[in-house]
């Protein structure tokens, strides 16, 4: 096998300085130069706000250039697709970045390329199919396969149980003596009941009909990587180079497949993994949380960011877990304005009520003129669940971020503007079609539509509405021979020349009741279901949706001088997000956050050398996270009493302002 080597020359000046010109490229130290220049097997630990993925997408465009083979490629995976979106928006229009969108290169998510390479070909040489990768809809159908003896016996067993069948999996790809397990926790029964039995069949049954979770593409995979062991050999082939991003947040289970099939201790390839081991905040029972990452031996640490200046590096340098080489530095020129009077705000004991506006002033104040109709200035806290009333412990409060306001819907989506009505639903699929160039949003507002229909006309089965509806529509019609009526219907709302009336709606909203009594399994329709179908007239919708938008999760503050809008959430959301102001709350979660870090914050302990407890490791890391957002100001919110009493707090107080805190008594 000709190694990587071979593929591609060495990397020279020359090489890096059209690059640069290519993507406009600034600020490359020795750091970020040893990674463009390597040839070898890499890890690569990139810093907050390091340019991570600009990077990786100006090594990919060097390779890309200089590759000598038109069979065997550069492999590129990750968890989200952010690196081909990189490469669309700032390659697109050039040739470099056209190589690498086609063969021989290959850019998906971890899941798309087993799904791809190992359970498609396993599935298709037993002879099985696949029909669909969705929790929800394999679990209905799941329910469906089942006889109605099954059915019975099954919910007789589970009656005195607290067991969510939701949580079945495949254990194997044996179709013939299928096993299952749960994604969490244990089975109520064993291999030898009849519960287990019936479970067992309706899983299986499913399979063989194509119909998958999400995570059971990984027992494909394995099924596959186990019959046929050259397929690995035949990957490493294919893939000479390759390049796993957000390494962090990799599972076990990932990672044995990208040890597998990417062994880096193997000198004919080439194995670049990037992330950044303190920002690893999403667990699984199965995450790594970057243990086997970086490797020491062989790694380049990328410690300075452009996101954030000097002042709020130093801040949140200590709360990394693990120590940052040469500590973490800032690069923002912050120029005229100088740096900001990053503010601990401390409020009475039992009311956080003024926290938002004190914020709110200090960031009108301390912000330039010109952020402030652009600003993203942001409140995030650990926890985020909703109120318990029944919880008036005063020791536990403030618990979660609604406490600091009574406004904060923590089930608010991505997508902030629901429409009321279906009618207006079908108007903002319309103007999309307008303003995109494909129909695909569009035809997932349709669905979405009818989802929520079917949904409020049964209550005791909802269907979970995530992404990918329209699939999601159709693979459940199919089952109930209504997929022709179902396409004509968007056909006619999207693509027809009529328009949408009063006098017209009337037709559209039966065919809608029609599909959704079919899916609901219900004859009669419910008010709910009414009111969703009534006609609305055309007028303020647009205006609705933008007021709306703004107004889900976002706290207006009237200042002096003009208002200012602080959007709440949780830290967990605010991961790779960039923000000009960042307040982190203190809530509540068998101890209070923030309070549990003070040592940190004052300069008594930094980082993980003293063996923290796996609980404040995590603080660590997701504290870590919120402090590398902004890119301008940094606050924390703490009640009184964290700070103690007499000289404890005067103590505290002073440790605060020598890190470079200021205290802001409320």
């Given at each position: 096998?000709?190694?990587?080597?071979?593929?591609?020359?060495?990397?020279?000046?020359?090489?890096?300085?059209?690059?640069?010109?290519?993507?406009?490229?600034?600020?490359?130290?020795?750091?970020?130069?040893?990674?463009?220049?390597?040839?070898?097997?890499?890890?690569?630990?990139?810093?907050?706000?390091?340019?991570?993925?600009?990077?990786?997408?100006?090594?990919?465009?060097?390779?890309?250039?200089?590759?000598?083979?038109?069979?065997?490629?550069?492999?590129?995976?990750?968890?989200?697709?952010?690196?081909?979106?990189?490469?669309?928006?700032?390659?697109?229009?050039?040739?470099?970045?056209?190589?690498?969108?086609?063969?021989?290169?290959?850019?998906?998510?971890?899941?798309?390329?087993?799904?791809?390479?190992?359970?498609?070909?396993?599935?298709?040489?037993?002879?099985?199919?696949?029909?669909?990768?969705?929790?929800?809809?394999?679990?209905?159908?799941?329910?469906?396969?089942?006889?109605?003896?099954?059915?019975?016996?099954?919910?007789?067993?589970?009656?005195?149980?607290?067991?969510?069948?939701?949580?079945?999996?495949?254990?194997?790809?044996?179709?013939?003596?299928?096993?299952?397990?749960?994604?969490?926790?244990?089975?109520?029964?064993?291999?030898?009941?009849?519960?287990?039995?019936?479970?067992?069949?309706?899983?299986?049954?499913?399979?063989?009909?194509?119909?998958?979770?999400?995570?059971?593409?990984?027992?494909?995979?394995?099924?596959?990587?186990?019959?046929?062991?050259?397929?690995?050999?035949?990957?490493?082939?294919?893939?000479?180079?390759?390049?796993?991003?957000?390494?962090?947040?990799?599972?076990?289970?990932?990672?044995?497949?990208?040890?597998?099939?990417?062994?880096?201790?193997?000198?004919?390839?080439?194995?670049?993994?990037?992330?950044?081991?303190?920002?690893?905040?999403?667990?699984?029972?199965?995450?790594?949380?970057?243990?086997?990452?970086?490797?020491?031996?062989?790694?380049?640490?990328?410690?300075?960011?452009?996101?954030?200046?000097?002042?709020?590096?130093?801040?949140?340098?200590?709360?990394?877990?693990?120590?940052?080489?040469?500590?973490?530095?800032?690069?923002?020129?912050?120029?005229?304005?100088?740096?900001?009077?990053?503010?601990?705000?401390?409020?009475?004991?039992g009311d956080c009520s003024s926290e938002l506006d004190a914020y709110a002033r200090l960031a009108f104040q301390q912000l330039p003129v010109s952020l402030h109709d652009k600003a993203t200035v942001t409140a995030l806290g650990y926890t985020h669940k909703d109120i318990d009333p029944d919880d008036?412990?005063?020791?536990?409060?403030?618990?979660?971020?609604?406490?600091?306001?009574?406004?904060?819907?923590?089930?608010?989506?991505?997508?902030?503007?629901?429409?009321?009505?279906?009618?207006?639903?079908?108007?903002?699929?319309?103007?999309?079609?307008?303003?995109?160039?494909?129909?695909?949003?569009?035809?997932?507002?349709?669905?979405?539509?009818?989802?929520?229909?079917?949904?409020?006309?049964?209550?005791?089965?909802?269907?979970?509405?995530?992404?990918?509806?329209?699939?999601?529509?159709?693979?459940?019609?199919?089952?109930?021979?209504?997929?022709?009526?179902?396409?004509?219907?968007?056909?006619?709302?999207?693509?027809?020349?009529?328009?949408?009336?009063?006098?017209?709606?009337?037709?559209?909203?039966?065919?809608?009741?029609?599909?959704?009594?079919?899916?609901?399994?219900?004859?009669?329709?419910?008010?709910?279901?009414?009111?969703?179908?009534?006609?609305?007239?055309?007028?303020?919708?647009?205006?609705?949706?933008?007021?709306?938008?703004?107004?889900?999760?976002?706290?207006?503050?009237?200042?002096?001088?003009?208002?200012?809008?602080?959007?709440?959430?949780?830290?967990?959301?605010?991961?790779?997000?960039?923000?000009?102001?960042?307040?982190?709350?203190?809530?509540?979660?068998?101890?209070?956050?923030?309070?549990?870090?003070?040592?940190?914050?004052?300069?008594?302990?930094?980082?993980?050398?003293?063996?923290?407890?796996?609980?404040?490791?995590?603080?660590?890391?997701?504290?870590?996270?919120?402090?590398?957002?902004?890119?301008?100001?940094?606050?924390?919110?703490?009640?009184?009493?964290?700070?103690?009493?007499?000289?404890?707090?005067?103590?505290?107080?002073?440790?605060?302002?020598?890190?470079?805190?200021?205290?802001?008594?409320?």
């Open positions: 096998m000709i190694a990587f080597r071979e593929l591609v020359p060495e990397i020279t000046d020359e090489d890096i300085d059209w690059v640069s010109e290519l993507m406009d490229l600034e600020g490359l130290d020795e750091q970020r130069l040893a990674f463009l220049r390597s040839q070898e097997t890499l890890d690569v630990s990139a810093c907050p706000g390091s340019g991570k993925t600009t990077l990786v997408v100006a090594k990919l465009a060097i390779l890309a250039r200089k590759w000598k083979s038109r069979t065997r490629g550069i492999c590129v995976l990750s968890h989200t697709n952010v690196a081909r979106h990189e490469i669309e928006q700032r390659l697109g229009n050039t040739e470099v970045g056209r190589r690498l969108l086609s063969y021989p290169h290959y850019i998906d998510t971890i899941h798309g390329f087993v799904r791809r390479f190992l359970a498609t070909p396993w599935l298709l040489s037993a002879q099985y199919r696949f029909t669909a990768i969705d929790d929800e809809l394999t679990h209905r159908m799941r329910s469906r396969s089942l006889p109605g003896e099954d059915k019975r016996f099954l919910g007789k067993f589970l009656a005195r149980r607290t067991f969510d069948t939701t949580l079945l999996r495949l254990a194997n790809a044996d179709f013939a003596n299928p096993r299952i397990k749960v994604a969490k926790g244990n089975l109520p029964c064993g291999p030898d009941t009849q519960s287990y039995q019936i479970m067992a069949r309706a899983v299986v049954d499913t399979a063989k009909r194509g119909y998958f979770c999400y995570d059971e593409i990984f027992v494909l995979g394995s099924a596959q990587l186990a019959a046929r062991p050259s397929v690995a050999e035949g990957l490493k082939h294919r893939f000479p180079c390759a390049f796993i991003d957000e390494m962090q947040d990799t599972s076990a289970m990932q990672n044995e497949y990208l040890s597998a099939i990417f062994p880096r201790d193997n000198t004919e390839i080439c194995v670049t993994r990037v992330g950044d081991s303190n920002q690893a905040i999403f667990e699984s029972d199965a995450n790594t949380n970057g243990s086997d990452f970086p490797d020491r031996s062989r790694a380049v640490e990328i410690s300075s960011s452009f996101r954030f200046d000097e002042s709020i590096a130093m801040l949140a340098n200590p709360f990394a877990l693990h120590a940052v080489a040469g500590r973490l530095s800032g690069r923002r020129n912050v120029g005229d304005e100088g740096p900001l009077r990053h503010t601990i705000f401390v409020f009475p004991d008036t412990d005063p020791i536990h409060y403030p618990k979660t971020v609604g406490h600091y306001w009574e406004g904060y819907d923590r089930s608010a989506g991505l997508v902030a503007y629901r429409p009321p009505t279906l009618i207006e639903r079908v108007r903002q699929a319309k103007r999309n079609l307008v303003k995109n160039d494909t129909a695909h949003h569009s035809v997932e507002e349709i669905a979405k539509g009818l989802l929520h229909l079917v949904n409020l006309s049964n209550l005791t089965t909802k269907i979970k509405v995530g992404s990918r509806q329209h699939v999601q529509v159709q693979q459940l019609l199919i089952e109930l021979s209504d997929l022709a009526s179902y396409q004509q219907l968007v056909v006619d709302l999207l693509f027809a020349s009529n328009t949408i009336s009063v006098d017209n709606w009337a037709s559209f909203a039966q065919r809608f009741w029609a599909l959704a009594s079919v899916l609901a399994g219900v004859d009669e329709q419910p008010e709910a279901a009414q009111g969703y179908l009534a006609w609305v007239p055309e007028g303020l919708e647009a205006l609705q949706e933008r007021a709306v938008q703004r107004a889900v999760n976002t706290f207006r503050s009237a200042q002096d001088h003009g208002v200012l809008d602080i959007k709440l959430g949780s830290i967990h959301s605010s991961k790779g997000q960039t923000h000009t102001a960042t307040l982190v709350l203190e809530t509540y979660n068998f101890g209070h956050f923030i309070a549990s870090l003070l040592p940190w914050a004052a300069g008594q302990k930094s980082h993980g050398s003293v063996r923290p407890q796996k609980r404040i490791s995590q603080r660590l890391l997701a504290m870590y996270v919120a402090m590398t957002r902004p890119t301008h100001l940094l606050c924390l919110a703490i009640s009184k009493r964290t700070l103690g009493e007499g000289e404890e707090f005067e103590a505290n107080c002073l440790q605060l302002r020598e890190q470079g805190w200021e205290i802001q008594h409320l």
